[in-house]
């Protein structure tokens, strides 16, 4: 088998990325390949500078370049209302439609007990000690309508019950929808008809 090269291993990577498999990724680096003055090098730079400077928000669990966003940053957010998303794409998503503007706390996953993972694998716990430590009066369950984001819902809303006001998204997202795809028209009217859990 002969030896491979670094194009190889470029397709290879591309392909682990979600939606792309090796065909994608094959013809996604050959016109990056071709495009190399114009898209390969500054994406390669683009890499570089968000490999060395992404972290994690200590707080929420955003991405970003600083310890702390700006969202948890900004105290003009500090409204009382935290909105529980699972995770960073989602919080993205809230953010695009412009409606909300308190603060968001990234679980990182669902509840799965097939894939064990449990309340300490995700920010439950770091969520619980926010609730407690912050003003918070309303924690609002932006979780997808799958059965994994449906069941951490009502895990986190048996945890905070007597805590905090708690509502969930209503109309507009589907059942199965995940909120990274779905529009912002979408997104503002599921937040603005949220429920009591």
Same mark, same amino acid.
């Given at each position: 088998?002969?030896?491979?090269?670094? +194009?190889? @291993?470029?397709?290879?990577?591309?392909?682990?990325? /979600? $939606?792309? $498999?090796?065909?994608?990724?094959?013809?996604?680096?050959?016109?990056? +390949?071709? =495009?190399?003055?114009?898209?390969?090098? %500054?994406?390669?730079?683009?890499?570089?500078?968000?490999? &060395?400077?992404?972290?994690?928000?200590?707080?929420?669990?955003?991405?970003?370049?600083?310890?702390?966003? /700006? +969202?948890? #940053?900004?105290?003009?957010? &500090?409204?009382?209302?935290?909105?529980?998303?699972?995770?960073?794409?989602?919080?993205?998503?809230?953010?695009? &439609?412009?409606?909300? =503007?308190?603060?968001?706390?990234?679980? *990182?996953? @669902?509840?799965?007990?097939?894939? #064990?993972? *449990? /309340?300490?694998?995700?920010?439950? /716990?770091?969520?619980?000690?926010?609730?407690?430590?912050?003003?918070?009066?309303?924690?609002?369950?932006?979780?997808?309508?799958?059965?994994? *984001?449906?069941?951490?819902?009502?895990?986190?809303?048996?945890? !905070?019950?007597?805590?905090?006001?708690?509502? &969930?998204?209503?109309?507009?997202? %589907? +059942?199965?929808?995940?909120?990274?795809? !779905?529009?912002? *028209? @979408?997104?503002?009217?599921?937040?603005?008809?949220?429920?009591?859990?």
């Amino acid at each position: 088998m002969p030896d491979r090269t670094e +194009i190889d @291993t470029l397709i290879d990577l591309m392909a682990r990325l /979600p $939606g792309l $498999g090796p065909r994608s990724a094959r013809r996604a680096v050959l016109h990056l +390949i071709r =495009k190399r003055g114009v898209l390969l090098q %500054p994406l390669a730079d683009a890499m570089q500078a968000v490999a &060395s400077s992404a972290r994690e928000c200590l707080n929420c669990g955003n991405v970003g370049t600083s310890d702390i966003c /700006p +969202i948890c #940053a900004d105290e003009r957010r &500090s409204n009382g209302q935290l909105c529980v998303v699972e995770d960073v794409a989602d919080l993205w998503a809230m953010e695009r &439609s412009g409606v909300f =503007k308190g603060r968001y706390h990234v679980l *990182g996953g @669902t509840l799965s007990a097939l894939d #064990a993972v *449990g /309340p300490e694998e995700l920010r439950i /716990p770091q969520l619980v000690t926010r609730i407690d430590t912050e003003s918070v009066t309303e924690v609002i369950l932006a979780l997808n309508a799958t059965v994994d *984001g449906q069941t951490t819902a009502h895990y986190i809303a048996d945890q !905070l019950e007597t805590r905090v006001d708690l509502t &969930s998204l209503a109309q507009g997202v %589907p +059942i199965g929808g995940e909120l990274d795809y !779905l529009d912002d *028209g @979408t997104i503002t009217a599921a937040l603005n008809a949220r429920k009591r859990v």
